[in-house]
C-alpha cells in the first residue's frame, strides 16, 4: 500500500537555524499539508498546497515558514529561524481529491529546537 | 471558531471489555468527521469516517461511530477491544469544502491490559 514518507525522523537544530523537513506524498495525490503536534497539545494544521501554491494557511504559519513542491515528488516545508516553541512533531499528509476529503500521513519528523 | 474536543484524555480497559470514546465538535454548518488512530511508533491512520448518509459508520477492525447531529457528536465505539487496540485515537473535523484543513481533538490515550 502506497505511504506518505517523511525525512528525517528526528532533527536537533540550534535556534535561529535554519531547517527543511522533506515529505514524499503518494504518488497520485494533488493535495499536500502539513500540521504539527507540540507535545502534550492537539494536532494542529499548518498549511495546504494544491497546484504548486497555498490553497489555507493557518495563523501558525507565518513567514518565517515556506512550503515547497521543488521537483514533483517532494514536498517540503521551511522553517527560516527556529525557535523553540517549534520544537513539534510535524506530520506531512496527502490526498488524492480534497472533495473525498482523506489524508493519509507520514510518520512525522520530530524538531528538537535547542 | 471551528473546534473539536474528546472528553477522555486516557482510558484503561481490560480485554473484551467495549469501548466508547467521545467527541464533540463545534460548528453549525456541514462537517466531515474522521477517526484516526496511531499505534505506538506508527504514523496516523484513517479508522472510519463520516461525510453523509447513514449515520452509523464502520471502519477497519470492528470500530464504528456514530454521527448524531442534534448532539454534535460522533463517539466511536467498540463492542470488544483487544490489547492491540492500545493507542492513541483522534477524531478531527472538516468543514465541507473548504480547504480541507483537519481540525483535531486533543486525542484519547487508550491502554488494553490482556
Known amino acids: 500500500e502506497p505511504e506518505v514518507t517523511q525525512t528525517p525522523s528526528h532533527q536537533v537544530t540550534q535556534m535561529g537555524q535554519e531547517v527543511i523537513l522533506r515529505c514524499v506524498p503518494i504518488?497520485?495525490?494533488?493535495?499536500f499539508y502539513w500540521y504539527r503536534q507540540i507535545l502534550g497539545q492537539k494536532v494542529e494544521f499548518l498549511v495546504s498546497f494544491y497546484n504548486n501554491e497555498i490553497s489555507e494557511k493557518s495563523e501558525i504559519f507565518d513567514d518565517q515558514f515556506s512550503v515547497e513542491r521543488p521537483d514533483g515528488s517532494n514536498f517540503t516545508l521551511k522553517i527560516r529561524s527556529t525557535k523553540l516553541e517549534d520544537s513539534a512533531m510535524y506530520f506531512c499528509?496527502?490526498?488524492?481529491?480534497?472533495?473525498?476529503?482523506?489524508?493519509?500521513f507520514g510518520p512525522g519528523t520530530r524538531l528538537t529546537v535547542l | 471558531a471551528q473546534s473539536v474536543s474528546q472528553h477522555n484524555h486516557h482510558v484503561i480497559l481490560s480485554e473484551a471489555a467495549s469501548l466508547e470514546l467521545g467527541c464533540n465538535y463545534s460548528y453549525g454548518g456541514t462537517v466531515n468527521l474522521f477517526w484516526y488512530v496511531q499505534y505506538p511508533g506508527q504514523h496516523l491512520q484513517l479508522l472510519l469516517k463520516?461525510?453523509?448518509?447513514?449515520?452509523l459508520v464502520k471502519g477497519i477492525k470492528g470500530f464504528e461511530a456514530e454521527f448524531i447531529k442534534s448532539k454534535f457528536s460522533f463517539n466511536l465505539r467498540k463492542p470488544s477491544v483487544q490489547w492491540s487496540d492500545t493507542a492513541e485515537y483522534f477524531c478531527?473535523?472538516?468543514?465541507?469544502?473548504?480547504?480541507?484543513?483537519?481540525?483535531f481533538g486533543q486525542g484519547t490515550e487508550l491502554s488494553v491490559k490482556p
Open positions: 478531527a473535523g472538516m468543514i465541507y469544502n473548504q480547504g480541507g484543513k483537519l481540525i
Open positions: 504518488s497520485n495525490h494533488l493535495y
Open positions: 499528509a496527502s490526498s488524492e481529491d480534497k472533495r473525498t476529503d482523506t489524508q493519509y
Open positions: 463520516y461525510f453523509s448518509g447513514d449515520p
